[in-house]
């Protein structure tokens, strides 16, 4: 199985800041790698498909990149509701792994 | 607009079963791939099974192969999860995906004596 490592597992950051999640594969996806928003009791929301490429709705704050094995996810003007766990998930090879969550808190 | 409604999920006692079923709309649910996938209490998400569009090719992940059972009914727009033998590390929230684009909302399993 493909190995998903997200780190930081959490991070603190104030209202503004921009931060950046890393995500490595254990093993090369090409670009098959998907972010992830979720917050308490809600499902998982998507954020970026194929590395590097926005669902329709989401706002161009986030931005992802990286093809391979390393990935990030970038989020620019934190606001209050960006505050959540973020996960990245495999699909190149089954079976599909995700990342064990990035906790991001406000400082 | 996609909608991904599941149900079924509540208590069952270990070596139990309980099916799950996930109504699907907004989208040609016979094109799509559909996924479970599921996260167990204050943990991350586990993939757990997926079905061809036409039902033609299942998979499973190790932890559940030969005791859960993925199927959708084209028919009615729905995708199911038969799981059996329940283990009380199976509970969790399952939800149903169009990965990586569609989730459902989930539905809690507690297995539990």
């Known amino acids: 199985d493909i190995q998903m490592t997200q780190s930081p597992s959490s991070l603190s950051a104030s209202v503004g800041d921009r931060v950046t999640i890393t995500c490595r594969a254990s093993?090369?996806?090409?670009?098959?790698l998907a972010w992830f928003q979720q917050k308490p009791g809600k499902a998982p929301k998507s954020l970026i498909y194929?590395?590097?490429s926005l669902q329709s709705g989401v706002p161009s704050k986030f931005s992802g990149s990286g093809s391979g094995t390393d990935f990030t996810l970038t989020i620019s003007g934190l606001q209050p509701e960006d505050f959540a766990t973020y996960y990245c998930?495999?699909?190149?090879?089954?079976?599909?792994?995700f990342g064990q969550g990035t906790r991001l808190e406000i400082k | 607009e996609v909608q991904l409604v599941e149900s079924g999920g509540g208590l069952v006692q270990p070596g139990g079963s309980l099916r799950l079923s996930c109504a699907a709309s907004?989208?040609?649910?016979?094109?799509?791939?559909m996924h479970w996938v599921r996260q167990a209490p204050g943990k991350g998400l586990v993939w757990v099974s997926h079905?061809?569009?036409?039902?033609?090719?299942?998979t499973y992940a190790d932890s559940v192969r030969g005791r859960f059972t993925i199927s959708r009914d084209n028919a009615k727009n729905t995708l199911y999860l038969q799981m059996n033998s329940l283990r009380p590390e199976d509970t969790a929230v399952y939800y149903c995906?169009?990965?990586?684009?569609?989730w459902g909302q989930g539905t809690l399993v507690t297995v539990s004596s």
């Open positions: 995906a169009v990965l990586p684009d569609y």
């Open positions: 194929a590395a590097s």
């Open positions: 093993q090369g996806i090409g670009n098959y």
């Open positions: 998930q495999q699909y190149s090879t089954y079976p599909i792994t």
């Open positions: 079905i061809h569009g036409d039902g033609s090719v299942t």
């Open positions: 907004g989208f040609t649910f016979s094109s799509y791939w």
